[in-house]
Structures are given as structure tokens and as C-alpha cells.
């Protein structure tokens, strides 16, 4: 049996682009010969909706809020169309909220097919000499510092979801306990810079915390 292996590009919505293809598969069928058929094995997209499902049927058994499900959207020119579907989905889904949020380039200067042209997803703006440039003012301050961090998947509490690489490791939860790592020094390092000099710090630059 002949099997097909279908990739989404680079930030494309996985779980419309699932769609997109069932879609085109099933209109493709009316034309196959009768003795020709087609079944989807693998679709890797099912983990996601499959996944918040059994979550949100857990938390009806036990009868508890917790924990809070939000679903994300990363706004990109060629999705941009599609926010109508998402927060439909994440109704369907029975998430608590649906977030719509701006996307990050990381070579942002001279422009990207995907920023959005709906201004307000949009992180960067186009200057007069043709270059963009991020619309955050950048204060030296940093909610997240003192809210929140991310904890990796084998234990490293990283800053913020912007550390995507965990350069700016405060610690490990497999060696800490994490209160203590909330007050250890690299923390406090972390957090000087930021409320001396955030402009300094490549990763803070590019970011939409105080815009
Ligand atoms: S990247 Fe943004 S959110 Fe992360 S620490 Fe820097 S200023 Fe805060």
C-alpha cells in the first residue's frame, strides 16, 4: 500500500492544515477509481485536540477548575484569516480562553512575509527608512520577572517562553527546591538588568512585555 507523507511549513496551524488536507483528500475520492480508496494513519494533529479533550473531560469528573486551559493562536499573515476558526474550535473544545497572540521574528529588520497586515497583530512597524522596527518602547521592567517562569521539560527554570533555547538557566528543580531558585542569585542578576537595562539584553529587545 502506498502511503503519502504530508509536512506543514514552518509555524503553520498544524491543526488547519490537518483540515485542509482531509478536506481535499475527500473531494480527490470522488474522482478515484471504485476500486481505489485512502485512509488517514497517522495524524499527528489529534495529540493536540485529543489531548485538551481528556483533560477537559477530567476536570468535569473531578468537578474542579483546575487547571486553567487556554488555548494560544499565533497570529501570522497566511493564518490571519482564520481567528473566527480558532475561537470556534476552542469553544468546541471546552477550553477557558482562547488567546490570539503576536508572533516573533528574529530577523525582523528588514521585514517578513509573515507579519500580519492587521496592525494590532503585528509586533513590528515599518519606519520611513524601509526597515521595521518593534513598536514596544522596551521600559526597563518585566511583569513576568516577579509572575511567572517556564520550567523545561527535564527540570530548568528559564526565565520566560521567550528563553526558547533555555540560555538564561536559574536553576534546576532537580537539584532545588523551587522556592529556592526563585530567590537564588541568578534571578536576582536576571532581574537587576532588566530594571537597569533591558535594552542591553538581546532576548528582552524583541519582546512585547510593556507594550
Ligand atoms: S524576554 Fe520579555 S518576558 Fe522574557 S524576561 Fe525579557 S522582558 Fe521579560
Same mark, same amino acid.
Given at each position: ?53 481528556? %483533560? ?12 486553567? /486551559?487556554?488555548? *494560544? ?9 482564520? @481567528?473566527?476558526? %480558532? ?16 508572533? *516573533? ?9 509573515? /507579519?500580519?497586515? %492587521? +496592525? ?24 513576568? @520577572?516577579?509572575?511567572?517562569?517556564? /520550567? ?28 529556592? /531558585?526563585?530567590? +537564588? ?11 537597569? +537595562?533591558?535594552?542591553?539584553?538581546? @532576548?528582552?529587545? +524583541?519582546?512585547?512585555?510593556? @507594550?
Amino acid at each position: 500500500m502506498p502511503t503519502i507523507g504530508i509536512e506543514a511549513v514552518p509555524k503553520a496551524n498544524a491543526i488547519e492544515a490537518a483540515k485542509g488536507v482531509k478536506r481535499a483528500l475527500a473531494e480527490l475520492k470522488e474522482r478515484f477509481p471504485s476500486d481505489l480508496d485512502y485512509q488517514v494513519t497517522i495524524d499527528t494533529t489529534r495529540a493536540v485536540t485529543e489531548g485538551i479533550r481528556e %483533560i477537559v473531560a477530567q476536570k468535569k469528573l473531578k468537578g474542579t477548575k483546575n487547571p486553567f /486551559i487556554e488555548l *494560544q493562536f499565533l497570529v501570522l499573515k497566511s493564518n490571519q484569516h482564520q @481567528m473566527k476558526e %480558532i475561537k470556534k474550535l476552542g469553544k468546541d473544545l471546552g477550553v477557558n480562553s482562547v488567546t490570539l497572540k503576536t508572533a *516573533q521574528f528574529y530577523d525582523f529588520e528588514k521585514g517578513n512575509p509573515q /507579519i500580519p497586515d %492587521i +496592525n494590532r497583530f503585528a509586533r513590528y512597524k515599518k519606519t520611513n527608512n524601509g526597515l521595521y522596527k518593534i513598536k514596544n518602547r522596551l521600559p526597563n521592567h518585566c511583569f513576568r @520577572m516577579w509572575r511567572g517562569c517556564v /520550567i523545561t521539560w527535564d527540570g530548568q527554570v528559564v526565565p520566560c517562553c521567550f528563553d526558547k533555547d533555555a540560555l538564561f538557566i536559574m536553576g534546576s528543580v532537580e537539584d532545588s527546591p523551587f522556592a529556592d /531558585i526563585w530567590a +537564588n542569585k541568578n534571578y536576582s542578576r536576571f532581574r537587576w538588568k532588566i530594571l537597569h +537595562n533591558r535594552k542591553n539584553m538581546g @532576548m528582552c529587545r +524583541n519582546c512585547t512585555e510593556g @507594550m
